[in-house]
């Protein structure tokens, strides 16, 4: 069963950045395509960027230019690099494993970004 753990969320003024990681354990990690997804009170999860097995990358419109998703399947981590933040980036952030039959999602991280 593979499981996933978020890190580096936390407060940051608007413009700020943060990267933050996922380590995967217990599958063979460079199987998956993985991706982030974030989801704010009241709101629904929606996709902040997504990376497949070849490195084929795909991001949600709101994020593009400033979200870079990277993985290192050596280390079964994936980053995603978060700059110019706004407010609005403000969610709860979820690692994912597109994996069949049921996709492995981590816990979340915070990221809260202050005006």
């Known amino acids: 069963q593979v499981q996933l753990v978020e890190s580096g969320g936390g407060l940051v003024e608007a413009g700020g950045s943060l990267r933050l990681s996922c380590v995967g354990s217990?599958?063979?990690?460079?199987?998956?395509?993985l991706g982030w997804f974030r989801q704010a009170p009241g709101k629904e999860r929606e996709l902040v960027a997504r990376i497949t097995t070849v490195g084929s990358t795909q991001y949600g419109d709101s994020v593009k230019g400033r979200f870079t998703i990277s993985r290192d399947n050596a280390k079964n981590t994936v980053y995603l690099q978060m700059n110019s933040l706004k407010p609005e980036d403000t969610a709860l952030y979820y690692c994912?494993?597109?994996?069949?039959?049921?996709?492995?999602w981590g816990q979340g991280t915070q990221v809260t970004v202050s005006s």
């Open positions: 217990g599958g063979t990690f460079s199987d998956y395509h």
């Open positions: 994912n494993a597109d994996i069949l039959p049921r996709p492995a």
